[in-house]
C-alpha cells in the first residue's frame, strides 16, 4: 500500500480556517485590549524597549498601523516612550507595570476561554492537539526550515 503525501495547500486552508475561528471564539469582551494590541505590548514587554520601525517589523505590520497601535498604548498607560540613547531623533518604547498586567491579564483570560472551548475534546484529541504544537509554534515564530523527526533507523 502506497503512503500518499498531504496536499499542503488543503492543509493550509484548512488550518488558517481553524485558527480563526479559535482566535475568534477566544476574544473576550470589546472592553478587552484586541489581539494586535496585545501582541505588540507583548512583543514590548518581552523584547523592549524597542524602536517602533523594529516593532513593526517584528508585528509584521506597517508603520501607520504601529503609530495607532502605539498612541492607544499610551493613552491607556500600557507603554511609555523615552529617547533613544543612540539617536537623539527617535524614540524607545517599554512596557509599563499596567502594561504588562493587562498582557497576562489578557492571556489568562484567552487561555481560561481555550481551555474551555478543548474541555469536553477525547484525550486522542487533546493528545493530537499538543503533538502539533511544536511545529506550529515553530510556524508562528517564523522559521521557514525545519528537520523532519528521524526515526530510530
Known amino acids: 500500500m502506497s503512503h500518499r503525501q498531504p496536499d499542503r495547500t488543503e492543509i ?7 485558527v480563526g475561528r479559535i482566535n475568534r471564539r477566544a476574544r473576550t469582551d470589546s472592553a478587552s485590549l484586541g489581539y494586535g494590541l496585545v501582541s505588540a505590548l507583548a512583543t514590548i ?5 524597542l524602536r517602533p520601525g523594529d516593532l513593526s517589523r517584528i508585528e509584521v505590520v506597517t508603520k501607520p ?3 495607532r497601535i502605539l498612541t492607544e498604548l499610551e ?3 500600557f507603554i511609555e516612550r523615552e529617547a533613544d540613547p543612540t539617536d537623539g531623533r527617535a524614540f524607545m518604547v517599554s ?5 504588562i498586567a493587562a498582557v497576562e491579564r489578557a492571556r489568562s483570560d484567552r487561555t481560561g476561554i481555550v481551555a474551555g472551548l478543548i474541555a469536553d475534546l477525547p484525550a486522542e484529541d487533546v493528545d493530537a ?3 502539533a504544537l511544536v511545529a506550529l509554534e515553530r510556524i508562528g515564530q517564523g522559521e521557514r526550515t525545519q528537520e523532519a523527526p528521524t526515526s530510530g533507523s
Request: charged letters at 10%; a positive charge; zero cysteines.
Open 12 to 18: 493550509a486552508a484548512r488550518l488558517a480556517a481553524a
Open 95 to 99: 512596557a509599563t507595570p499596567a502594561g
Open 65 to 67: 498601523t504601529m503609530t
Open 75 to 77: 493613552q491607556r498607560g
Open 129 to 131: 492537539i499538543a503533538a
Open 45 to 49: 514587554q518581552t523584547e523592549g524597549p
